[in-house]
């Protein structure tokens, strides 16, 4: 739900290449992490990824964004093989207009992050409650924490602007079409000013709501629909395959 529809040049190339760098670091780390026996995993990765592009390719009708899964996928898979799953789904993405190149990595950390929190939270929460409760507990604060990440990312890297337009797109079928409404903000931007926070947020409308309210309550509603998705995903596999859940072997 966090990944950054953002096209190449937006994002300065100082933040572009400092997200690849802590990217590949990270992967370096989870690899020399893996244990023996992880290639049973494998074919569950593939499966994983698979479900977080298409979670990412299909919209959500009434909401500006569209499910993400990356808990879901960190709660299978655990966190190192979670986050190269994330990376590998980030390059796929990329080449089909879902973010630029030069943002891989950005967008790897912060989609990363909801499969390595998804996956600690969710065998935190074995220990005290059900699969089911856990994985939503842990698929909420994972999507809070990312998502502020993403805000606060947009924000110091891009601007307000750029912020609010993430928001000002609707979705139709596989494709991505930004509906110019000729208000201040678009105005705006075709002159070529930098227009402020609230004339920037001002473009961004949910239900009969606009500008910042908006914006909470699009997120929270995507973070809530995300997070009963997951958790009903889990209950499921609870019950037929608990093998397939992180730390559950081990319990």
């Given at each position: 739900?966090?990944?950054?529809?953002?096209?190449?040049?937006?994002?300065?190339?100082?933040?572009?290449?400092?997200?690849?760098?802590?990217?590949?670091?990270?992967?370096?780390?989870?690899?020399?992490?893996?244990?023996?026996?992880?290639?049973?995993?494998?074919?569950?990765?593939?499966?994983?990824?698979?479900?977080?592009?298409?979670?990412?390719?299909?919209?959500?009708?009434?909401?500006?964004?569209?499910l993400?899964?990356?808990?879901?996928?960190?709660?299978?898979?655990?966190?190192?093989?979670?986050?190269?799953?994330?990376?590998?789904?980030?390059?796929v993405?990329?080449?089909?207009?879902?973010?630029?190149?030069?943002?891989?990595?950005?967008?790897?950390?912060?989609?990363?992050?909801?499969?390595?929190?998804?996956?600690?939270?969710?065998?935190?929460?074995?220990?005290?409650?059900?699969?089911?409760?856990?994985?939503?507990?842990?698929?909420?604060?994972a999507?809070?924490?990312?998502?502020?990440?993403?805000?606060?990312?947009?924000?110091?890297?891009a601007?307000?602007?750029?912020?609010?337009?993430?928001?000002?797109?609707?979705?139709?079928l596989?494709?991505?079409?930004?509906?110019?409404?000729?208000?201040?903000?678009?105005?705006?931007?075709?002159?070529?000013?930098?227009?402020?926070?609230?004339?920037?947020?001002?473009?961004?409308?949910?239900?009969?709501?606009?500008?910042?309210?908006?914006?909470?309550?699009?997120?929270?509603?995507?973070?809530?629909?995300?997070?009963?998705?997951t958790?009903?995903?889990?209950?499921?596999?609870?019950?037929?395959?608990?093998?397939?859940?992180?730390?559950?072997?081990?319990?």
């Amino acid at each position: 739900m966090s990944h950054l529809h953002i096209p190449d040049g937006v994002i300065g190339a100082g933040w572009c290449l400092a997200g690849f760098v802590v990217t590949f670091i990270l992967m370096f780390f989870f690899f020399s992490r893996l244990k023996k026996g992880f290639g049973r995993k494998i074919p569950l990765t593939g499966v994983a990824g698979a479900i977080m592009l298409l979670a990412m390719s299909v919209p959500l009708g009434l909401l500006p964004l569209h499910l993400g899964l990356a808990a879901l996928c960190g709660i299978l898979l655990g966190p190192a093989l979670g986050f190269l799953a994330v990376f590998v789904v980030n390059v796929v993405l990329a080449f089909v207009g879902h973010g630029g190149i030069t943002v891989v990595g950005i967008n790897t950390l912060i989609v990363g992050a909801e499969a390595l929190l998804g996956a600690c939270f969710f065998r935190a929460a074995q220990r005290k409650m059900k699969a089911a409760k856990g994985a939503a507990l842990a698929t909420a604060l994972a999507l809070l924490i990312s998502t502020t990440l993403m805000l606060a990312t947009v924000g110091a890297a891009a601007g307000v602007q750029e912020l609010a337009s993430l928001f000002q797109h609707k979705h139709y079928l596989h494709e991505e079409e930004l509906e110019e409404d000729r208000s201040e903000f678009f105005q705006a931007h075709e002159e070529g000013r930098a227009p402020g926070p609230e004339t920037a947020m001002a473009g961004v409308h949910f239900l009969r709501y606009t500008g910042l309210s908006a914006l909470l309550l699009a997120l929270l509603a995507g973070i809530a629909l995300e997070t009963a998705a997951t958790a009903l995903i889990v209950h499921y596999l609870a019950k037929v395959r608990p093998d397939y859940l992180f730390g559950q072997e081990s319990s």
